[in-house]
């Protein structure tokens, strides 16, 4: 009886687990601007605590969604983007280190990269130009940052 007892929990336990989901490129639509989702190296993702997932086609559609639902309750668990050197894998956005660069043009015109890996990104900024940034830095000062950038690169 304890085996089955253990192997519910274990199940009930693995079963609440939230997850990421693979984004389906060409077929997933963009909850910010509602746009089909077709680059494999921008596509983002929303993982609620709950287990609902919202997909975005840039980083800069999922942080606009952020601020305009803050107020709304929403708890986003799980924040992921899309490395541009990895089409298709989401990572965690908190890790990733972001490139803005007019010679990286993004979906939604902000001009917004993730990577994996710093090095990677510092390479990708080395030849590109730009700024770097991290989750926090781009998440405070999205707004001044977006606006930069379009004057800057667009």
Same mark, same amino acid.
């Given at each position: 009886?304890?085996?089955?007892y253990?192997?519910?929990?274990? =199940? &009930?336990?693995? !079963?609440c687990?939230?997850?990421? +989901?693979? /984004?389906?490129?060409?077929?997933?639509?963009?909850?910010?601007?509602?746009?089909?989702?077709?680059?494999?190296?921008?596509?983002?993702?929303?993982?609620?605590?709950?287990?609902?997932?919202?997909?975005?086609?840039?980083?800069?559609?999922?942080?606009?969604?952020?601020?305009?639902?803050?107020?709304?309750?929403?708890?986003?668990?799980? =924040? &992921?983007?899309? !490395?541009?050197?990895?089409?298709? +894998?989401? /990572?965690?956005?908190?890790?990733?280190?972001?490139?803005?660069?007019?010679?990286?043009?993004?979906?939604?015109?902000?001009?917004?990269?993730?990577?994996?890996?710093?090095?990677?990104?510092?390479e990708?900024?080395?030849?590109?130009?730009?700024?770097?940034?991290?989750?926090?830095?781009?998440?405070?000062?999205?707004?001044?940052?977006? =606006?930069?950038?379009?004057?800057?690169?667009?």
């Open positions: 009886m304890k085996k089955y253990l192997l519910y929990v274990v =199940l &009930l336990i693995s !079963s687990r939230v997850n990421e +989901r693979a /984004i389906v490129y060409g077929s997933d639509e963009c909850e910010h601007c509602k746009m089909l989702i077709m680059d494999k190296r921008y596509g983002s993702e929303i993982v609620t605590s709950k287990g609902k997932v919202y997909t975005f086609d840039s980083v800069e559609c999922l942080i606009e969604f952020i601020y305009e639902n803050e107020d709304s309750g929403m708890d986003a668990s799980t =924040l &992921l983007v899309t !490395s541009y050197t990895d089409p298709g +894998r989401l /990572i965690d956005a908190k890790t990733a280190s972001f490139l803005i660069s007019g010679q990286m043009p993004s979906p939604m015109g902000a001009f917004l990269t993730a990577f994996s890996d710093y090095k990677v990104a510092k990708f900024y080395s030849s590109s130009g730009g700024y770097l940034y991290t989750w926090e830095e781009l998440i405070k000062n999205f707004k001044e940052i977006k =606006l930069k950038a379009i004057k800057e690169f667009d």
